[in-house]
């Protein structure tokens, strides 16, 4: 049978012939949406049929199609003093999949982006251990027992705008602090047994190299169970601006632990209590005291699409998609609404599971021009339910920044548009 004959081909012709028509219509208005002008799309030769392109080595590293340059991360001016301190956001509402593109991983550092060359990078293992190491990246790209990983990195601050109420228009901005990217390195356990931990050592000072010292105290129980030091993000070498040449992957917790340019692993006997875990990233209570130390990143989800930057365009056929992430371990469902919580259905889950990395859902529904209240929401195998916002401020009051894991909600308008709302 020829492709021409075959029915499915054929159905998919009448298909794309009604929807170019009916989309022809919306344009110019229901009275020529009759006998509707013939497409130029289809009837006149674009000049990339009729000419060759450039050739091989055109761009030696290859960039996206310039009519996706709109995708992009963007910043939000007025949330920090200055753009060495600062953060942008991954633009959820234009990926598909789970692993974040190296280029569009949202940044975050306290001092700029460091640009560190290689051959003068080390990594210093001391403190608490029988034998202390520097190792160069050669030293470390050497070493037996590489592994690869997928994991999520979400800032704790991410949604940390939303907590007095809907705030900002797109979720790129409401939640766009995450990334999840594979990772290529060595475990941390490896070069703590090479170093040889003493019976006392139980916590570990990570330090990087950027001009802010970044520092964090880690628990030596998770440094050992899946921590790594990577070198390698999604197959190639880690972005300067995820700590390239090294960084520590501390999976499933929160973004700040991840220290990028890791130059320092201190081995001692109790935390250090640095700045970034007691004036930063601590959970201020509505009664003025803050919760010690909140490691891991509780179960989240959110729809992508649509989304005020991802509006509907047309009834009919769409199809509703979001991401979903638990730092307690791999995803067990995720329910979509459209009507604030009255209905809810378990989307499908397509791609990877993995534990402690995104999941991607889909929810494919017929649009009737509506008004639609969106929310997604996230159970991880714990049996952890993702909460609302306002379940979270009755135990954390509004003061707080970091750990917002509420549900989101998009108000779909009849015309498609999409907009950051809250529900009481
Ligand atoms: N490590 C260093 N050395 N300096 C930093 O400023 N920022 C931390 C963490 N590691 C930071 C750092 C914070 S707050 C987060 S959320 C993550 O890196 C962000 O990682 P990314 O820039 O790859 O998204
Ligand atoms: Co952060």
Redesign the pocket.
Known sequence: MTDNSSPTAASRRSFLRTAAFAGAGLATGAAQAQTPKPDPAITEVPDWTRYLGPGVQNAPYGSPSKFEKHIIRQDVEWLTASRESSVNFTPLHALDGVITPSGL???????GVAEVDPAKHRLMIHGLVDKPLVFTMEDLKRFPGRINHAYF?E??ANSGMEWRGAQLNGCQFTHG?I?NVWYHGLPLKTLLDEAGVKPKGKWLLAE???S?A?TRSIPMEKALKDCMVAWGMNGEALRP???YPLRLVVPGWE??M????LRRLEVGDEPWEQREETSKYTDLLADGRARRFTWIMDAKSVVTSPSPQAPLVQKGPNVITGIAWSGRGRMQRIDVTIDGGKNWTTARLDGPNMPLSMVRFYLDFDWDGREMLIQSRAMDETGYVQPTKEELRKVRGVNSIYHNNGIQTWLVRSNGETENVEIS
Do not use: I, P, T
């Open positions: 991983c949202f940044e975050r550092h306290h001092s990195l800032c704790a602090m990334h990087g190299a950027d802010a970044m601006e995820q700590g973004g700040n991840w220290v990028k340019w």
